[in-house]
């Protein structure tokens, strides 16, 4: 019995780029896609959001001279081809998804909206929701906490590159202690990066809790799905 019936999974799009450095490493989505098979043929619905660091970041845009609501609309595009690419990924080993942008771009995706969403999780569909929130200096993170209580999820999935939140980036600080579990408020206080804190805050009224892992080592999604604690729940 899968430990969650319907979740939103949250992946980043730097983790795409696997070791290239830019764009989209082949072996890495393909890798994602196994391990979201694998949780989809648990009988779990699943909504997902993906972002496009690994192809344009608005912010870090406006920062070399571009228009920051320009810059932001990219980053949205970026979303959108990252979406496709998995999308592309899930259907060529049988899973059947559905992309759905919050900017209108058909024939390449349907226009968001809940119940397009719902509809498609029921039908046993991967829901892909890209475009971030539709609009300028709200991040993916922003668009995942959104989306992930719009659909009713029972939580959301943050696979990064790290197992978990720690007191500071273990990437940097070897003496970095790691947390089973923390509260939406000491996140705030610490000043901890889990999420933008647009998105923290959203969680934290909404009660929607995070549960932060590692998505880069296979079958970790299935470990999560299985009931391991290979990660950090985020709640009230």
């Given at each position: 019995?899968?430990r969650f019936k319907r979740i939103l999974l949250k992946l980043s799009g730097e983790s795409l780029m696997?070791?290239?450095?830019?764009?989209?490493?082949?072996?890495?989505?393909?890798?994602?896609?196994?391990?979201?098979?694998?949780?989809?043929?648990?009988?779990?619905?699943?909504?997902?959001?993906?972002?496009?660091?690994?192809?344009?970041?608005?912010?870090?845009?406006?920062?070399?001279?571009?228009?920051?609501?320009?810059?932001?609309?990219?980053?949205?595009?970026?979303?959108?081809?990252?979406?496709?690419?998995?999308?592309?990924?899930?259907?060529?080993?049988?899973?059947?998804?559905?992309?759905?942008?919050?900017?209108?771009?058909?024939?390449?995706?349907?226009?968001?909206?809940?119940?397009?969403?719902?509809?498609?999780?029921?039908?046993?569909?991967?829901?892909?929701?890209?475009?971030?929130?539709?609009?300028?200096?709200?991040?993916?993170?922003?668009?995942?906490?959104?989306?992930?209580?719009?659909?009713?999820?029972?939580?959301?999935?943050?696979?990064?590159?790290?197992?978990?939140?720690?007191?500071?980036?273990?990437?940097?600080?070897?003496?970095?202690?790691?947390?089973?579990?923390?509260?939406?408020?000491?996140?705030?206080?610490?000043?901890?990066?889990?999420?933008?804190?647009?998105?923290?805050?959203?969680?934290?009224?909404?009660?929607?809790?995070?549960?932060?892992?590692?998505?880069?080592?296979?079958?970790?999604?299935?470990?999560?799905?299985?009931?391991?604690?290979?990660?950090?729940?985020?709640?009230?």
């Amino acid at each position: 019995m899968a430990r969650f019936k319907r979740i939103l999974l949250k992946l980043s799009g730097e983790s795409l780029m696997g070791n290239q450095g830019y764009g989209i490493d082949a072996g890495r989505l393909a890798d994602y896609a196994r391990q979201i098979k694998e949780t989809h043929d648990m009988g779990v619905q699943i909504g997902i959001v993906i972002g496009g660091g690994n192809i344009f970041r608005g912010l870090s845009g406006s920062q070399k001279g571009f228009d920051r609501v320009r810059g932001d609309q990219m980053g949205m595009c970026a979303t959108v081809i990252n979406s496709l690419a998995l999308s592309s990924a899930l259907e060529s080993i049988g899973v059947k998804t559905k992309v759905l942008t919050a900017i209108r771009m058909e024939p390449i995706g349907e226009f968001y909206s809940k119940w397009k969403a719902v509809e498609a999780l029921e039908a046993g569909k991967v829901c892909i929701c890209s475009a971030g929130t539709g609009n300028p200096y709200f991040t993916t993170d922003t668009g995942s906490s959104l989306r992930g209580i719009e659909i009713e999820a029972d939580v959301m999935l943050k696979g990064t590159r790290v197992d978990g939140v720690y007191t500071a980036d273990p990437e940097k600080d070897p003496e970095a202690k790691k947390f089973a579990d923390i509260t939406y408020r000491e996140v705030i206080e610490r000043g901890l990066k889990v999420m933008d804190l647009t998105a923290i805050c959203m969680c934290q009224s909404n009660d929607f809790p995070i549960y932060v892992f590692n998505m880069d080592v296979p079958g970790n999604l299935k470990r999560v799905m299985d009931g391991e604690d290979i990660g950090t729940l985020v709640h009230n």
